[in-house]
Protein backbone atom coordinates (compact mmCIF):
# COMPACT_ATOMS: atom_id res chain seq x y z
CA UNK A 1 0.00 0.00 0.00
CA UNK A 2 1.02 3.18 -0.38
CA UNK A 3 2.40 5.80 2.92
CA UNK A 4 0.07 6.62 5.19
CA UNK A 5 0.30 9.84 7.71
CA UNK A 6 -0.74 9.04 10.77
CA UNK A 7 -4.23 11.98 10.00
CA UNK A 8 -5.24 8.89 7.52
CA UNK A 9 -5.83 6.68 9.72
CA UNK A 10 -8.56 7.59 12.01
CA UNK A 11 -10.14 8.40 8.10
CA UNK A 12 -9.75 5.41 6.85
CA UNK A 13 -10.83 3.02 10.10
CA UNK A 14 -14.07 5.83 9.76
CA UNK A 15 -14.37 4.30 6.14
CA UNK A 16 -13.75 0.60 6.51
CA UNK A 17 -15.82 0.21 9.60
CA UNK A 18 -18.73 1.51 7.24
CA UNK A 19 -19.03 4.84 9.01
CA UNK A 20 -18.88 6.67 6.18
CA UNK A 21 -18.95 6.11 2.85
CA UNK A 22 -21.81 3.58 1.09
CA UNK A 23 -23.66 1.90 3.80
CA UNK A 24 -23.97 -1.49 3.88
CA UNK A 25 -27.26 -3.16 2.23
CA UNK A 26 -28.69 -4.89 5.82
CA UNK A 27 -28.50 -5.35 9.46
CA UNK A 28 -27.09 -8.95 8.83
CA UNK A 29 -24.41 -7.16 6.33
CA UNK A 30 -22.96 -4.99 8.85
CA UNK A 31 -22.36 -7.89 11.67
CA UNK A 32 -20.44 -10.47 8.74
CA UNK A 33 -18.78 -7.24 7.63
CA UNK A 34 -17.57 -6.62 10.90
CA UNK A 35 -17.23 -10.48 12.03
CA UNK A 36 -18.45 -9.66 15.40
CA UNK A 37 -20.36 -6.46 17.52
CA UNK A 38 -19.89 -6.01 20.78
CA UNK A 39 -23.40 -5.83 22.14
CA UNK A 40 -23.47 -5.92 26.20
CA UNK A 41 -25.92 -2.63 25.89
CA UNK A 42 -28.53 -4.20 24.18
CA UNK A 43 -30.77 -1.01 23.16
CA UNK A 44 -27.44 1.31 22.16
CA UNK A 45 -25.71 -2.03 20.43
CA UNK A 46 -28.46 -1.94 17.95
CA UNK A 47 -27.62 1.04 16.84
CA UNK A 48 -24.27 0.33 16.01
CA UNK A 49 -25.38 -1.65 13.36
CA UNK A 50 -28.05 0.48 12.36
CA UNK A 51 -26.20 3.33 11.14
CA UNK A 52 -24.12 1.78 9.24
CA UNK A 53 -26.89 0.89 7.29
CA UNK A 54 -30.15 3.39 5.47
CA UNK A 55 -33.70 2.32 6.31
CA UNK A 56 -33.21 0.04 9.61
CA UNK A 57 -35.03 0.23 12.61
CA UNK A 58 -34.48 -1.13 15.91
CA UNK A 59 -37.43 -3.16 15.80
CA UNK A 60 -35.88 -4.87 12.72
CA UNK A 61 -32.63 -6.32 15.13
CA UNK A 62 -35.48 -7.72 17.50
CA UNK A 63 -36.74 -9.48 14.61
CA UNK A 64 -33.39 -10.83 13.37
CA UNK A 65 -32.44 -11.73 17.09
CA UNK A 66 -35.80 -13.65 17.47
CA UNK A 67 -35.96 -15.66 14.27
CA UNK A 68 -32.25 -16.67 14.77
CA UNK A 69 -30.34 -14.74 11.69
CA UNK A 70 -28.18 -12.75 14.27
CA UNK A 71 -27.21 -14.00 17.47
CA UNK A 72 -26.07 -12.77 20.93
CA UNK A 73 -23.43 -14.74 22.63
CA UNK A 74 -20.46 -14.68 24.51
CA UNK A 75 -18.00 -14.69 22.40
CA UNK A 76 -14.14 -14.19 21.44
CA UNK A 77 -13.58 -12.02 24.50
CA UNK A 78 -15.60 -12.57 27.56
CA UNK A 79 -18.80 -10.32 26.60
CA UNK A 80 -21.80 -10.31 24.57
CA UNK A 81 -21.00 -9.97 20.25
CA UNK A 82 -23.38 -10.02 17.58
CA UNK A 83 -22.90 -12.49 14.78
CA UNK A 84 -24.49 -14.15 11.87
CA UNK A 85 -25.95 -17.60 12.97
CA UNK A 86 -23.92 -18.86 10.00
CA UNK A 87 -20.57 -17.99 10.88
CA UNK A 88 -21.62 -18.86 15.26
CA UNK A 89 -20.35 -22.28 14.76
CA UNK A 90 -17.03 -21.79 13.60
CA UNK A 91 -16.11 -18.87 15.40
CA UNK A 92 -17.32 -20.14 18.34
CA UNK A 93 -15.53 -23.32 17.94
CA UNK A 94 -12.41 -21.40 17.48
CA UNK A 95 -12.85 -18.67 20.11
CA UNK A 96 -14.75 -20.65 23.04
CA UNK A 97 -12.44 -22.92 24.32
CA UNK A 98 -9.96 -19.83 24.48
CA UNK A 99 -12.37 -18.11 26.90
CA UNK A 100 -13.11 -21.41 28.67
CA UNK A 101 -9.75 -21.80 29.31
CA UNK A 102 -9.74 -18.56 30.98
CA UNK A 103 -12.78 -18.76 32.87
CA UNK A 104 -11.72 -21.82 34.69
CA UNK A 105 -9.63 -20.52 37.75
CA UNK A 106 -13.17 -18.56 38.04
CA UNK A 107 -15.33 -22.22 37.98
CA UNK A 108 -13.13 -23.29 40.72
CA UNK A 109 -13.88 -20.13 42.60
CA UNK A 110 -17.36 -20.48 42.51
CA UNK A 111 -16.87 -23.99 43.57
CA UNK A 112 -18.11 -25.63 40.34
CA UNK A 113 -16.52 -28.82 39.24
CA UNK A 114 -17.35 -30.57 35.70
CA UNK A 115 -19.42 -32.14 37.01
CA UNK A 116 -21.54 -29.24 38.10
CA UNK A 117 -21.29 -28.05 34.92
CA UNK A 118 -22.17 -31.39 33.35
CA UNK A 119 -25.14 -31.32 35.77
CA UNK A 120 -26.35 -27.87 34.40
CA UNK A 121 -25.96 -28.32 31.00
CA UNK A 122 -28.01 -31.42 31.24
CA UNK A 123 -30.87 -29.87 32.87
CA UNK A 124 -30.57 -26.74 30.46
CA UNK A 125 -30.62 -28.85 27.27
CA UNK A 126 -34.10 -30.77 28.92
CA UNK A 127 -35.60 -27.20 29.85
CA UNK A 128 -35.01 -25.77 26.49
CA UNK A 129 -35.78 -28.27 24.58
CA UNK A 130 -39.02 -28.34 21.95
CA UNK A 131 -38.23 -24.76 20.85
CA UNK A 132 -38.26 -23.45 24.84
CA UNK A 133 -37.05 -20.05 25.02
CA UNK A 134 -36.34 -18.95 28.95
CA UNK A 135 -35.02 -16.03 30.53
CA UNK A 136 -31.92 -15.99 32.62
CA UNK A 137 -33.71 -16.13 35.80
CA UNK A 138 -36.29 -18.78 34.63
CA UNK A 139 -32.80 -20.55 33.83
CA UNK A 140 -31.84 -19.95 37.38
CA UNK A 141 -34.90 -21.42 38.73
CA UNK A 142 -34.37 -24.41 36.05
CA UNK A 143 -30.75 -25.45 37.70
CA UNK A 144 -32.19 -24.96 41.47
CA UNK A 145 -35.23 -27.37 41.12
CA UNK A 146 -32.89 -29.44 39.20
CA UNK A 147 -30.71 -29.46 42.44
CA UNK A 148 -27.48 -27.14 41.06
CA UNK A 149 -27.07 -24.55 43.51
CA UNK A 150 -27.50 -20.84 42.44
CA UNK A 151 -28.16 -18.71 45.19
CA UNK A 152 -24.69 -17.02 44.74
CA UNK A 153 -25.80 -14.92 41.47
CA UNK A 154 -22.37 -14.69 39.53
CA UNK A 155 -22.51 -19.29 39.13
CA UNK A 156 -25.69 -18.89 37.28
CA UNK A 157 -24.10 -16.33 35.35
CA UNK A 158 -21.00 -18.20 34.45
CA UNK A 159 -23.27 -21.35 34.21
CA UNK A 160 -25.51 -19.43 31.24
CA UNK A 161 -21.54 -18.43 29.81
CA UNK A 162 -20.84 -21.94 29.87
CA UNK A 163 -23.59 -23.00 27.88
CA UNK A 164 -23.45 -20.71 25.41
CA UNK A 165 -18.92 -20.93 24.80
CA UNK A 166 -20.13 -24.75 24.45
CA UNK A 167 -22.62 -24.00 21.68
CA UNK A 168 -25.40 -25.29 23.75
CA UNK A 169 -27.56 -22.38 24.08
CA UNK A 170 -27.68 -18.54 22.24
CA UNK A 171 -29.90 -15.51 22.38
CA UNK A 172 -33.95 -16.50 21.64
CA UNK A 173 -35.28 -13.06 21.06
CA UNK A 174 -36.86 -10.49 23.24
CA UNK A 175 -39.63 -11.70 25.96
CA UNK A 176 -41.08 -8.00 26.90
CA UNK A 177 -37.93 -6.39 27.95
CA UNK A 178 -35.79 -9.90 28.79
CA UNK A 179 -33.80 -11.50 26.94
CA UNK A 180 -34.11 -14.67 26.57
CA UNK A 181 -31.96 -18.25 25.58
CA UNK A 182 -32.51 -20.99 23.34
CA UNK A 183 -31.15 -24.27 22.12
CA UNK A 184 -28.32 -23.44 19.38
CA UNK A 185 -29.21 -26.73 17.95
CA UNK A 186 -32.43 -25.94 17.56
CA UNK A 187 -32.23 -22.45 15.46
CA UNK A 188 -28.66 -22.23 14.03
CA UNK A 189 -28.53 -24.47 11.23
CA UNK A 190 -25.32 -27.51 11.02
CA UNK A 191 -22.12 -26.14 8.97
CA UNK A 192 -19.13 -28.18 8.11
CA UNK A 193 -16.33 -27.52 10.64
CA UNK A 194 -13.61 -25.15 9.24
CA UNK A 195 -10.13 -26.25 10.02
CA UNK A 196 -8.11 -24.18 12.52
CA UNK A 197 -5.69 -22.50 10.06
CA UNK A 198 -8.77 -21.69 8.16
CA UNK A 199 -11.03 -20.42 10.48
CA UNK A 200 -7.96 -18.40 12.16
CA UNK A 201 -7.57 -17.39 8.08
CA UNK A 202 -11.51 -15.56 8.18
CA UNK A 203 -11.06 -14.03 11.44
CA UNK A 204 -7.82 -12.43 10.15
CA UNK A 205 -9.31 -11.16 7.25
CA UNK A 206 -12.98 -10.16 8.16
CA UNK A 207 -11.00 -8.03 11.24
CA UNK A 208 -8.23 -6.36 8.85
CA UNK A 209 -10.68 -5.69 6.35
CA UNK A 210 -13.14 -4.28 8.57
CA UNK A 211 -11.07 -2.51 10.90
CA UNK A 212 -7.98 -1.65 9.51
CA UNK A 213 -5.32 -0.05 9.30
CA UNK A 214 -4.65 -1.56 12.37
CA UNK A 215 -1.76 -3.68 14.23
CA UNK A 216 -1.53 -7.40 15.23
CA UNK A 217 -1.90 -6.18 19.11
CA UNK A 218 -5.05 -4.54 18.11
CA UNK A 219 -6.40 -7.86 16.43
CA UNK A 220 -5.42 -9.83 19.46
CA UNK A 221 -6.93 -7.72 21.89
CA UNK A 222 -10.01 -7.83 19.99
CA UNK A 223 -10.17 -11.45 18.79
CA UNK A 224 -8.17 -13.11 22.26
CA UNK A 225 -6.35 -14.43 20.00
CA UNK A 226 -2.41 -15.55 20.61
CA UNK A 227 0.41 -13.73 18.27
CA UNK A 228 1.61 -16.99 17.03
CA UNK A 229 -2.21 -17.38 15.88
CA UNK A 230 -2.62 -14.10 14.54
CA UNK A 231 0.70 -14.95 12.59
CA UNK A 232 -1.01 -18.19 11.20
CA UNK A 233 -4.20 -16.22 10.08
CA UNK A 234 -1.86 -13.82 8.20
CA UNK A 235 -0.36 -16.82 6.56
CA UNK A 236 -3.96 -17.88 5.86
CA UNK A 237 -5.01 -14.72 4.36
CA UNK A 238 -2.01 -14.73 2.14
CA UNK A 239 -2.39 -11.66 -0.75
CA UNK A 240 -5.61 -10.18 0.43
CA UNK A 241 -3.98 -8.44 3.27
CA UNK A 242 -1.17 -5.85 3.04
CA UNK A 243 1.12 -4.40 5.78
CA UNK A 244 2.24 -0.93 5.67
CA UNK A 245 4.63 1.24 8.17
CA UNK A 246 3.37 4.72 10.22
CA UNK A 247 5.88 6.02 12.28
CA UNK A 248 7.39 3.00 12.89
CA UNK A 249 4.39 0.65 13.40
CA UNK A 250 3.40 -1.82 11.28
CA UNK A 251 -0.75 -1.94 10.28
CA UNK A 252 -2.58 -3.93 8.45
CA UNK A 253 -5.39 -3.64 6.00
CA UNK A 254 -7.11 -5.08 3.25
CA UNK A 255 -5.90 -3.43 -0.46
CA UNK A 256 -8.71 -2.53 -1.48
CA UNK A 257 -9.94 0.75 -3.64
CA UNK A 258 -11.48 3.80 -1.53
CA UNK A 259 -14.68 5.38 -2.93
CA UNK A 260 -14.72 8.87 -3.52
CA UNK A 261 -17.70 9.54 -1.56
CA UNK A 262 -18.31 12.64 0.86
CA UNK A 263 -17.53 11.54 4.64
CA UNK A 264 -20.48 11.79 7.12
CA UNK A 265 -19.37 14.72 9.64
CA UNK A 266 -21.20 13.69 12.31
CA UNK A 267 -21.53 10.49 14.21
CA UNK A 268 -23.40 9.68 17.99
CA UNK A 269 -21.11 6.40 18.71
CA UNK A 270 -21.94 4.50 21.74
CA UNK A 271 -19.63 3.43 24.25
CA UNK A 272 -18.85 -0.25 22.95
CA UNK A 273 -18.77 0.86 19.34
CA UNK A 274 -16.72 -1.41 16.95
CA UNK A 275 -14.75 2.06 16.10
CA UNK A 276 -14.04 2.39 20.57
CA UNK A 277 -13.37 -0.90 21.58
CA UNK A 278 -12.09 -2.60 18.10
CA UNK A 279 -8.74 -1.45 18.87
CA UNK A 280 -5.92 -1.25 21.83
CA UNK A 281 -7.14 1.51 24.04
CA UNK A 282 -3.61 3.04 23.95
CA UNK A 283 -4.40 2.69 19.70
CA UNK A 284 -8.03 4.04 19.60
CA UNK A 285 -7.91 6.88 16.55
CA UNK A 286 -9.83 8.97 15.96
CA UNK A 287 -10.85 8.88 19.63
CA UNK A 288 -9.78 9.51 23.28
CA UNK A 289 -8.14 6.44 24.23
CA UNK A 290 -9.27 6.93 28.29
CA UNK A 291 -13.23 7.85 26.97
CA UNK A 292 -15.66 5.40 27.18
CA UNK A 293 -19.30 7.34 27.59
CA UNK A 294 -21.11 7.64 24.53
CA UNK A 295 -19.21 10.08 22.66
CA UNK A 296 -20.42 12.75 19.67
CA UNK A 297 -17.88 12.40 17.04
CA UNK A 298 -17.61 15.31 14.66
CA UNK A 299 -15.06 15.26 11.84
CA UNK A 300 -13.33 13.00 14.18
CA UNK A 301 -12.78 14.83 17.16
CA UNK A 302 -15.01 14.31 20.69
CA UNK A 303 -17.30 17.56 20.92
CA UNK A 304 -19.23 15.83 23.65
CA UNK A 305 -21.65 13.13 25.26
CA UNK A 306 -25.27 12.10 24.12
CA UNK A 307 -27.57 9.18 25.64
CA UNK A 308 -31.14 8.02 24.40
CA UNK A 309 -33.90 9.42 26.41
CA UNK A 310 -37.12 7.39 26.04
CA UNK A 311 -40.45 9.01 27.00
CA UNK A 312 -44.45 8.90 26.43
CA UNK A 313 -43.90 10.57 23.34
CA UNK A 314 -41.13 8.58 21.76
CA UNK A 315 -37.25 8.10 21.80
CA UNK A 316 -34.81 11.19 21.63
CA UNK A 317 -31.26 12.31 21.92
CA UNK A 318 -30.05 14.46 24.67
CA UNK A 319 -27.49 15.51 23.25
CA UNK A 320 -24.44 17.76 25.62
CA UNK A 321 -21.90 19.44 23.53
CA UNK A 322 -18.45 20.95 25.30
CA UNK A 323 -18.28 24.16 23.75
CA UNK A 324 -20.50 25.78 20.98
CA UNK A 325 -20.64 24.19 17.13
CA UNK A 326 -19.89 26.10 13.84
CA UNK A 327 -23.15 26.34 11.17
CA UNK A 328 -22.31 23.37 9.56
CA UNK A 329 -21.01 21.22 12.41
CA UNK A 330 -24.68 22.01 13.96
CA UNK A 331 -26.57 20.77 10.64
CA UNK A 332 -24.17 17.81 10.35
CA UNK A 333 -25.47 16.98 14.42
CA UNK A 334 -29.20 17.66 13.47
CA UNK A 335 -28.76 15.17 10.77
CA UNK A 336 -26.96 12.01 12.57
CA UNK A 337 -29.52 13.00 15.62
CA UNK A 338 -32.58 12.55 12.76
CA UNK A 339 -31.23 9.41 11.91
CA UNK A 340 -30.82 8.12 15.53
CA UNK A 341 -33.92 8.85 16.56
CA UNK A 342 -35.79 7.76 13.27
CA UNK A 343 -33.82 4.32 14.04
CA UNK A 344 -35.41 4.08 17.30
CA UNK A 345 -38.84 5.17 16.17
CA UNK A 346 -42.06 2.46 16.79
Known amino acids: ????????????????????????????????????????????????????????????????LADGSIIRTHILRPTWHFVRAEDLRWMMELSGPRVEARNRHRYRQLEMNELTLGRARDLIRAGLSGGRRLTRPQIGELLTAGGVDVTQPQRREHIVMHAELNLLICSGGLDGRNQTYTLVDEVVPPAAPLDEDEALGQLTRRYFASHGPSTIPDFAWWSGMKVSEIKRGLTAAGSELKSFEIEGTTYWAADEP????????????????????????????????????????????????????????????DARLWAPLDGAQNEALEAEIARCEAFYAD
Request: aromatic share 6%; glycine share 10%; net charge positive.
Open 1 to 64: MPPMQTNELGRLRLLNQRLTGAPLGSAEGVVGWLGAVQAQEYAYAKWSVGQRTEGVQHTDLDRL
Open 258 to 317: QPALQPRRAHLLQAFDELVVGYQRTRTVPLDPNSMSHPIVIDGEIVGRWRRVVARSGAGV
